[in-house]
């Protein structure tokens, strides 16, 4: 029982996902589109308003791609936590479609008392199988260490130690948890306070993919609020969870041609290390 190193490379066989509009407006709702003015992201939320297009949110990739995992072994999936995410836009993402989705284990490494694997998806149009977006999801598995692989360091983007060029903020309602769940993320421990207490919380937390989802909609909002297409990377270290209702910050670096940022609710990190790519065009 533990991690399978032999996993690595190994692709699953395609998976089929399919959305609409109706889903893409609710996923830009559930980060916060429109909350804190109902008028101001109709390009987001709405498909019949005079003079606005719809247009998909780049972090929506993750939805996409979420539909498929690789197996890594027999581990005790409760001791799982998220650590990082990353993405990439090969193309605007269609305001409704069908994907075929891979997913690969293309990293595990061996911390000892942890193990950290990182898996690639692949979404690619079930139509024509032109790509649309590769995402990237790094997991700390507790207690999964010590299976004598290899034990690499964590690469990391360095946040500046100036002030940020660029701050942006949004609230995080109570409810939000709910409302993100819709998006087909059910997990109870950020709607069922005791299976939260089992995980060591309080009360439910806020899925970091929608704290992921709100920075994005923010960097967004910041360098491309007409044209969201123009994000075309994103990545980002999950550091501590979220509890609603929070504000949120992001502050943000333009660095060499990308824009580096950090989020923070009620005065700490939770997503360090930040990365965006956005296209000039």
Not at 139 to 148: Q, T
Not at 175 to 203: C, I, M, V
Not at 228 to 234: G, I, L, T, V
Request: glycine share 10%; with cysteine.
């Amino acid at each position: 029982m533990g991690l399978d190193p032999s996993v690595i490379g190994v692709s699953t066989p395609p998976t089929e996902f399919s959305w609409s509009e109706r889903d893409v407006m609710l996923y830009a709702v559930a980060v916060g589109a429109g909350s804190a003015e109902p008028t101001a992201e109709l390009n987001l939320t709405t498909e019949n308003t005079a003079g606005q297009a719809l247009a998909v949110l780049p972090t929506f990739a993750n939805i996409i791609t979420r539909i498929t995992r690789a197996p890594v072994g027999e581990v005790d999936m409760t001791k799982l936590v998220h650590a990082s995410q990353a993405m990439e836009l090969h193309r605007p993402i269609p305001t409704s479609g069908r994907a075929l989705v891979t997913a690969t284990v293309v990293e595990m490494l061996d911390k000892g008392s942890a193990g950290v694997v990182t898996q690639k998806q692949v979404a690619v149009d079930a139509e024509d199988g032109r790509p649309i977006a590769t995402t990237w999801q790094t997991v700390l598995i507790r207690g999964a260490g010590g299976f004598g692989g290899e034990r690499g360091a964590t690469k990391r983007v360095t946040i500046p130690e100036r002030e940020a060029d660029f701050v942006r903020t949004a609230s995080v309602r109570p409810e939000q948890a709910l409302l993100y769940r819709l998006t087909g993320d059910r997990n109870p421990l950020h709607s069922d306070p005791a299976f939260a207490a089992r995980g060591g919380f309080d009360k439910p937390i806020l899925h970091g993919m929608c704290t992921y989802g709100f920075t994005g909609r923010l960097l967004v909002e910041n360098f491309a609020a007409r044209e969201p297409s123009r994000m075309r990377w994103m990545e980002g270290r999950f550091t501590r969870p979220v509890v609603p209702p929070a504000q949120l910050t992001v502050e943000m670096w333009v660095e060499d041609g990308a824009v580096l940022f950090r989020t923070s609710a009620d005065g700490g990190v939770v997503i360090d290390a930040g990365r965006a790519v956005f296209a000039n065009d």
